[in-house]
């Protein structure tokens, strides 16, 4: 996942930066810095495979499933 489809993919699902980071943490993930997920989304840092997965799977759920599942990661 380039750097353009991770920053479009997060804009689509409604997701910032740091939500990506909780949400990453509340799936048993050990919760990325801001800066690295900063990195990705500027190119510095390749885009792990198992995040471009799940951004790719959050994608196919039905709408109402996948609120769910990121709505404690999208509080303020």
């Known amino acids: 996942m380039t750097e353009e489809e991770f920053t479009e993919t997060l804009q689509r699902l409604g997701l910032s930066q740091a939500a990506l980071a909780r949400l990453l943490d509340d799936l048993g993930e050990q919760q990325p810095a801001p800066t690295t997920v900063w990195r990705w989304a500027d190119g510095r840092s390749r885009v792990p495979i198992g995040v471009g ?9 039905p709408g109402e499933l996948r609120i769910q599942v990121t709505r404690k990661a999208q509080r303020a």
């Open 53 to 61: 997965a799940l951004l790719r799977l959050l994608e196919q759920l």
